[in-house]
């Protein structure tokens, strides 16, 4: 099996024409916005108060073939519960590009960039997903992500990586 060149680059005026061509499947479209939506989010995120957006578009080699969306959240002091992480908002790989090992290797590429905490410190990734989108769910289990036994105000169930 060759190895997948992937690497990650932040959304610009030069390719957020593209990612916003990239869709995927009728039967997934239930299951995650749309990176116009994903990309109008991270813009009104940039005034909030203390989250931090990262839109990403993911390559393989010279071919955009994916979009991430990663939210930084700070720990909340009132809430003693509460931690830093970083909220893997969406993930997704354009139908064109499906099932060519892409999507397990930018998964990896992005765990390993956020492993870095390239924004501040974090001690998790989290992330929500439906059990119901197979691929996805099972995907996110094979990285090491673990249900944390509730769910979203979306009925989609919660799930963790620790980070180091």
């Given at each position: 099996m060759?190895?997948?060149?992937?690497?990650?680059?932040?959304?610009?005026?030069?390719?957020?024409?593209?990612?916003?061509?990239?869709?995927?499947?009728?039967?997934?479209?239930?299951?995650?916005?749309?990176?116009?939506?994903?990309?109008?989010?991270?813009?009104?995120?940039?005034?909030?108060h203390s989250y931090v957006p990262l839109p990403l578009v993911i390559y393989a080699r010279d071919m955009m073939v994916g979009f991430a969306f990663v939210i930084y959240e700070p720990k909340d002091d009132d809430d003693p519960d509460d931690e830093d992480v970083y909220y893997l908002a969406r993930f997704m790989i354009g139908k064109k590009y499906q099932n060519n090992g892409y999507g397990r290797s930018a998964l990896n590429k992005l765990l390993e960039f956020l492993q870095t905490h390239p924004?501040?410190?974090?001690?998790?990734?989290?992330?929500?997903c439906n059990p119901n989108n197979h691929k996805a769910y099972s995907?996110?289990?094979?990285?090491?992500?673990?249900?944390?036994?509730?769910?979203?105000?979306?009925?989609?169930?919660?799930?963790?990586?620790?980070l180091n």
């Amino acid at each position: 099996m060759s190895v997948i060149l992937i690497r990650l680059e932040k959304i610009t005026i030069d390719n957020f024409e593209d990612c916003l061509r990239l869709t995927v499947n009728d039967e997934q479209k239930e299951f995650i916005a749309s990176n116009a939506y994903s990309l109008a989010e991270a813009y009104a995120l940039c005034n909030h108060h203390s989250y931090v957006p990262l839109p990403l578009v993911i390559y393989a080699r010279d071919m955009m073939v994916g979009f991430a969306f990663v939210i930084y959240e700070p720990k909340d002091d009132d809430d003693p519960d509460d931690e830093d992480v970083y909220y893997l908002a969406r993930f997704m790989i354009g139908k064109k590009y499906q099932n060519n090992g892409y999507g397990r290797s930018a998964l990896n590429k992005l765990l390993e960039f956020l492993q870095t905490h390239p924004i501040g410190k974090a001690k998790s990734i989290v992330l929500s997903c439906n059990p119901n989108n197979h691929k996805a769910y099972s995907l996110f289990l094979s990285a090491g992500f673990k249900e944390m036994g509730f769910q979203d105000d979306d009925g989609d169930n919660l799930l963790q990586l620790e980070l180091n």
